[in-house]
C-alpha cells in the first residue's frame, strides 16, 4: 500500500484545515489507518485513528473534541479534519495503515507510512 497524505499548510489559531491520505497500489479498505504527527524537537505522537469500516475512532486526548477522522472506502480515502487549531497542533502530519483491521493509538501495528503534510498554525 502507498499512502499520499496532503491538505496541510499554513493556518491561523482558531482556523480549520482538512488533511486526505490516498492510498494506491492496492487498496487499505480492510485496514485501519490512523494520522501521527510529529513537531520539530519532538518524538512522534499518535493523534487519531480509525478502523476498517470506520464503526471505531480513537483519538488522543490533546485533540479529542476538536478533530474528526473518517473514511471513505470506495476512494481509498481517510480525512482528518481539524477545527480549533492552536499553535502546539504545528507539525508533519503523517497517515498510516495497519496490517489489521482494528483503530489503535500504537505506531508499532502501522505497516504503510506515508510522507507527511506540513500544518502550521500561528498564533
Known amino acids: 500500500v502507498q499512502l499520499q497524505a496532503s491538505g496541510g499548510g499554513l493556518v491561523q489559531a482558531g482556523g480549520s484545515l482538512t488533511l486526505s491520505c490516498v492510498a494506491s497500489?492496492?487498496?487499505?479498505?480492510?485496514?485501519?489507518v490512523a494520522w501521527f504527527r510529529q513537531a520539530p524537537g519532538k518524538e512522534r505522537e499518535f493523534v487519531a485513528a480509525i478502523s476498517w469500516n470506520g464503526g471505531s475512532t480513537l483519538y488522543a486526548d490533546s485533540v479529542k473534541g476538536r478533530f474528526t477522522i473518517s473514511r471513505d472506502n470506495a476512494n481509498n480515502a481517510v480525512y482528518l479534519k481539524m477545527n480549533s487549531l492552536k499553535p502546539e497542533d504545528t507539525a508533519v502530519y503523517y497517515c498510516a495503515a495497519a496490517r489489521g483491521s482494528i483503530a489503535t493509538s500504537g505506531d508499532k501495528w502501522y505497516n504503510y507510512w506515508g510522507r507527511g503534510t506540513l500544518v502550521t498554525v500561528s498564533s
Open positions: 497500489r492496492r487498496t487499505f479498505s480492510n485496514n485501519a
